[in-house]
């Protein structure tokens, strides 16, 4: 059995790939400058989430 399920979703800014891959030269190269920036990004939203932030619902959450 499983309760209700609820979810927060929210899209960041998008990220400039092709300026890591001019910058660094090579694919490989940019992967570490990627993986920090999309952490960073990441992290960032759910800092805007907050923690112990209840959900606005407009009514009960179905069953099902």
Known sequence: PRGP?????????????????RAAGKPRLAV???TSELERHIQE???E???GHP????GPIPEG
Not at 9 to 15: D, E, H, L, S, Y
Not at 55 to 58: A, C, G
């Open 49 to 51: 989430i907050g923690p």
């Open 5 to 21: 399920r609820r979810a927060v979703v929210r899209i960041g800014q998008p990220i400039d790939v092709g300026e890591h891959l």
């Open 32 to 34: 570490p400058a990627l």
């Open 45 to 47: 939203l759910l800092d």
């Open 55 to 58: 959900l606005m619902t407009s």
